[in-house]
């Protein structure tokens, strides 16, 4: 059974940190582009950061650039999103997601995990 699974969610301050973690399992996805994406309460989801197979390239939102990092370990099949300077707008379920194309449209992705809630308090 394939799965994604995030963790590392939680409640934060402003300006905190946070480090989420996706693990894969079932299948490898070395080979895979992988992606961060978010939903806020009463919103649509929405793009993160997006990652190559091989870590090359990286897509950011507008949003998160300068503050989120994505990154992946292969061996380990697992992708990061390092979280710095946090912002209340960050507030959302973060969720992962694996497909064969690098994008930053949800709908290219074919692997979605269940989502970790973070929250910014100010």
């Known amino acids: 059974q394939v799965q994604l699974v995030e963790s590392g969610g939680g409640l934060v301050q402003v300006g905190g940190s946070l480090r989420l973690s996706c693990a894969a399992s079932?299948?490898?996805?070395?080979?895979?582009?992988m992606a961060w994406f978010r939903q806020a309460p009463g919103k649509e989801r929405e793009s993160v950061a997006a990652i190559t197979w091989n870590g090359v390239n990286t897509y950011y939102a507008n949003s998160v650039k300068g503050r989120f990092t994505i990154s992946r370990d292969n061996a380990k099949n697992i992708l990061y999103l390092q979280m710095n300077r946090l912002k209340p707008e960050d507030t959302a379920v973060y969720y992962c997601?694996?497909?064969?194309?690098?994008?930053?449209?949800?709908?290219?992705?074919?692997?979605w995990g269940q989502g970790t809630q973070v929250t910014v308090s100010s």
């Open positions: 079932g299948r490898t996805f070395s080979n895979d582009a």
């Open positions: 997601a694996a497909g064969r194309s690098y994008s930053y449209m949800s709908h290219m992705y074919d692997y």
